[in-house]
């Protein structure tokens, strides 16, 4: 069995995330994907996301019409720094062939993972790159050794998303209809001050 894990903060998950590993899905012949939402993500250590499982939730709720797409909670439950090395460590424990599937700006700053060598000796490293964008312009030694996938320009970004919540401008055709209930459901990425008042008005 062959599987590609997507790994990632999700926060939120959105349809460019959905499209794009469909995409890959197709394109690599694999028979699912494991999506698996950061605890903290290594690059990404300053930021902080949203709780742990509102994230989590998300992913299952974006997910679960995909029979060919799985979650794990693996990298939550450990805590800690999400290391993708040790994940795969974990994963290899079940799957002979897994296929780590990254974004073109993950593979710019490859050399600042941990152990990326011997993730591309443990996965095959699958990049997915818009159809627009140039990879000659800027590479490193890892180039050579990764995989690249041309998938469809989806122009979405959580951090948009949070930010048309907070500025209370609408997420529809951005997200999943369940993520963006769930969402306002438990009125994530409010800003603070609506945070106080839904406090007091209580």
């Known amino acids: 069995m062959a599987i590609g894990l997507y790994g990632g903060t999700f926060d939120p998950i959105h349809f460019g995330h959905l499209i794009t590993t469909q995409f890959v899905l197709e394109q690599r012949n694999l028979d699912k994907i494991i999506f698996m939402p950061s605890h903290i993500s290594p690059l990404k250590q300053d930021s902080t996301p949203i709780q742990d499982i509102h994230r989590l939730e998300m ?4 997910t679960e019409s995909n029979s060919n797409f799985f979650v794990s909670d693996y990298e939550i439950a450990k805590g800690n ?10 994963l290899k424990k079940s799957y002979d ?3 780590l599937i990254i974004g073109l700006d993950n593979l710019l700053v490859f050399e600042k ?11 095959k490293v699958v990049v997915m790159k818009r159809f627009t964008e140039n990879i000659d312009t800027a590479t490193n030694i890892y180039f050579d050794k990764a995989i690249f996938i041309d998938t469809p320009y989806i122009e979405i970004s959580s951090t948009e998303i949070r930010e048309r919540i907070k500025n209370d401008l609408t997420i529809d055709y951005l997200v999943p209809q369940k993520v963006k209930e769930y969402i306002f459901n438990n009125r994530l990425y409010l800003p603070a001050k609506e945070w106080r008042k839904n406090k007091t008005s209580k």
Request: with cysteine; net charge negative.
């Open 59 to 62: 992913v299952r709720l974006a």
């Open 81 to 90: 720094i999400s290391y993708t090395y040790e994940t795969l460590c974990e």
């Open 97 to 99: 062939a897994v296929e």
């Open 113 to 123: 993972w941990f152990y990326p060598n011997k993730i591309f000796d443990m996965a």
